[in-house]
């Protein structure tokens, strides 16, 4: 009856959509795209469309990186684009790479949400011709050209042993906040700080090193505790964002205030009040805005054929000069950068 | 055709056809969809390629699966929020099973046992204690999710047989079809049957019309209730285990927010949230388009949170404009009977 003939009719309108969608793939289809349209070397020569891929949107950190690209990308006159997922989930961002490949841009610069998850659609857009380039977070060195590694863990560790020991005078007794005790990163650079210590400041000790897991009330506490337990302290290291602005905290309103030095891994934004009325002098992390700059400079460099990822490779990055490709096809950013109050007022991340 | 549903039978066959696909759901999403995709691919650059196909279905392939059961739960007038949080259960029991050593094959069994035992306790729920489905769903949207991240932590597991990673994004040979498809289909093929030619099927649509009256006629309400929960739950485990691999990544995380895209797009697709009315083509030409419009506007260079209003204001509009002609008709036929207000044109 009509329902049944309006059912069938109804299964037919969808097949014949699905037809529709799938005629796109009985041809060879290659589309109404210019873009070098991915035939030939890599992409088609020059191609300077250069897309960002944090690893989501509205992140200040991210943001900064991202400006930082695009100052690069239109110095070298190139095409600048930024996309991203609202959360920071791998599969998020597999959609966004896929639509890169899909339109056949010159590069793409991303920052990891996982380190394997994404790596089949890389390498599907690199298939394509696409360059990739990631910063931040690496992927697995397969799925990628190049990595612009924001700072290595021996300049990590030495930036926040030679604060401390300038803010305490080369001499006394110092803790460390760590994040939790199973931190990969954490207890690589505390063994590295304990390392440059031992070998420069033969006058400091390290007298104890405490986990406040990453959690603000814990890192405050173990602050507290920390400054009970050794009246002696001068200086305290927390190579954790979350630490130094709980201990920092702690610190603006005790009596230790000015009389202990605090340094370590911070953000600006985090970090203002604290320097501003003098409990901090001064903390480390890397520029983003510099990060974001070498990440598209490296990527246009893959896209003229200047570099391939090879070790030894070397190109130029603009205001920041020359740098060579390491092991892996990693390049580094360089020393940690310090903040103080000085500067801080420039940054917003 | 003798359905219980005959006394709303809108008759279709003294309309002229242009009236007909205005008035009908299904036609109005599938015309539009005929005419997305026609204008993506003349004006969006990049749409009209091979490959756009394939990633198209990979991204849709979990809502497209469990939008099926999700149809039927949502005729008999109940709700599922639960299976986005299976999919990333569903996907975490897999990985964990996986990394403990357990060959992949007993790890996703595995999880398709989870996603049945969670789609139980929901009809148990549901049936047995008689619970409102939208308050018990919400809760296990919440227990299923918490021992997914609870299971794994923040970690993820990303070793899997490479077979099947390899398998879960395989294109059916000359073409850029990716092989989930099939299953799909077949389910499809499945849900459709049971929907429209067996009285079980029919029984789903009395229940969304009067529970009461379904049981006069000799419906198991409950019964029926509660194998379609249980379907809901095991189809949404198997497209966790679909997502784990195509990402090659078991995640506690994975598929946050799924459960409203499935929803947003069955009641696209024309089923009303009342219960009663709906159809498979529907649905899946509504998960198409969203689909293909995220797909489109990405291309163009929107951003998520413009393509997310996109597609709610679409979903706002075709609900609005269902309810605004179902109203209509009620004033021209003006001895019309006093039906409940659903998302139809009623006679």
């Known amino acids: ?349 | 055709m003798t359905t219980t549903a005959s006394t709303r039978v809108i008759r279709d066959y003294d309309r002229s056809l242009w009236r007909r696909i205005i008035v009908n759901r299904e036609f109005a999403i599938i015309a539009l969809l005929v005419l997305v995709v026609i204008v993506a691919t003349v004006s969006i650059r990049g749409f009209a390629q091979p490959i756009t196909v394939n990633y198209l279905l990979l991204d849709v392939a979990p809502i497209l699966l469990i939008a099926l059961p999700m149809t039927l739960v949502m005729i008999t007038g109940e709700i599922d929020l639960s299976v986005g949080s299976m999919v990333g259960l569903a996907s975490v029991v897999t990985g964990v099973l996986t990394e403990a050593g357990a060959p992949f094959e007993v790890a996703a069994l595995a999880a398709l046992t989870v996603g049945v035992v969670g789609g139980a306790f929901n009809g148990f729920l549901v049936t047995v204690v008689g619970l409102p489905s939208l308050a018990v769903t919400i809760g296990t949207l919440a227990l299923f999710r918490g021992l997914a991240v609870g299971l794994l932590g923040t970690t993820a597991v990303t070793d899997f047989p490479e077979t099947w990673t390899a398998l879960a994004k395989a294109k059916i040979a000359g073409t850029t079809i990716p092989y989930i498809v099939i299953p799909f289909l077949i389910l499809l093929a499945v849900f459709a049957v049971v929907l429209h030619f067996t009285p079980f099927g029919r029984g789903i649509y009395a229940i969304g019309l009067s529970k009461d009256a379904a049981r006069f006629s000799g419906v198991d309400v409950e019964r029926t209730k509660f194998i379609l929960f249980v379907l809901s739950g095991v189809v949404a485990a198997f497209a966790g285990i679909f997502y784990t691999l195509r990402f090659g990544s078991a995640r506690g995380d994975n598929a946050t927010g799924l459960e409203l895209q499935v929803i947003a797009a069955v009641v696209l697709g024309g089923v009303s949230v009342f219960g009663g009315r709906g159809h498979l083509h529907g649905v899946v030409a509504a998960v198409l388009l969203i689909g293909v419009l995220g797909s489109g506007l990405r291309l163009a260079g929107v951003t998520s949170d413009v393509i997310n209003i996109i597609t709610g204001g679409l979903l706002i509009f075709s609900v609005v404009a269902a309810s605004v002609l179902a109203w209509a008709q009620r004033l021209r036929s003006k001895a019309g009977p006093p039906f409940r207000v659903a998302a139809s044109p009623a006679p």
């Not at chain 1, 070998?199 to 603000?216: A, C, K, L, N």
């Not at chain 1, 337990?229 to 130094?244: A, C, R, W, Y």
């Not at chain 1, 000069?321 to 892996?328: I, K, N, P, S």
């Open chain 1, 1 to 349: 009856m009509t329902f049944a003939r309006k059912r069938v009719a109804g299964f037919a309108a969808v097949a014949v959509a699905a037809a529709l969608v799938l005629t796109g793939c009985a041809d060879t289809g290659s589309g109404s795209g210019d873009a070098g349209s991915g035939s030939g070397d890599g992409g088609g020569s020059d191609n300077l469309s250069i897309t960002f891929l944090p690893k989501n949107l509205g992140n200040p950190y991210f943001d900064t990186s991202s400006e930082g690209g695009k100052t690069a990308v239109d110095e070298f006159g190139g095409t600048f684009a930024e996309v991203g997922p609202a959360e920071a989930t791998p599969d998020a961002q597999v959609s966004y790479i896929n639509t890169a490949t899909q339109q056949a841009v010159g590069a793409l610069v991303v920052s990891a949400n996982d380190p394997k998850a994404i790596c089949d659609a890389l390498n599907e857009a690199r298939d394509a011709g696409v360059k990739v380039v990631t910063f931040d977070s690496d992927t697995n060195p397969e799925c990628r050209d190049v990595f612009i590694n924001q700072a290595d863990s021996e300049g990590i560790a030495k930036v926040q042993v030679d604060q401390v020991a300038e803010q305490i005078g080369g001499a006394g007794e110092i803790a460390v906040l760590s994040a939790s005790a199973n931190a990969t990163n954490q207890n690589a650079w505390i063994e590295l700080m304990k390392e440059y210590v031992a070998s420069e400041y033969p006058d400091i000790t390290i007298v104890e090193t405490v986990y406040g897991d990453d959690d603000d009330q814990t890192s405050f506490d173990k602050t507290a505790a920390l400054l009970q337990s050794h009246p002696e302290l001068k200086g305290i290291i927390s190579p954790t964002t979350v630490g130094i602005a709980a201990a920092a905290r702690y610190l603006s309103t005790s009596d230790y205030k000015g009389q202990v030095a605090l340094t370590g891994l911070g953000t600006p934004n985090q970090m203002r009040e604290y320097v501003e009325d003098g409990t901090v002098t001064s903390f480390a992390l890397w520029n983003p805005a510099d990060l974001g700059y070498l990440s598209a400079f490296a990527a246009k460099a893959l896209v003229e054929g200047e570099i391939t990822g090879e070790e030894g490779d070397t190109f130029e990055a603009g205001e920041l000069g020359e740098y060579t490709v390491g092991a892996d096809g990693v390049v580094l950013l360089g020393d940690p950068f310090v903040f103080d109050a000085d500067n801080i007022g420039e940054f917003d991340f």
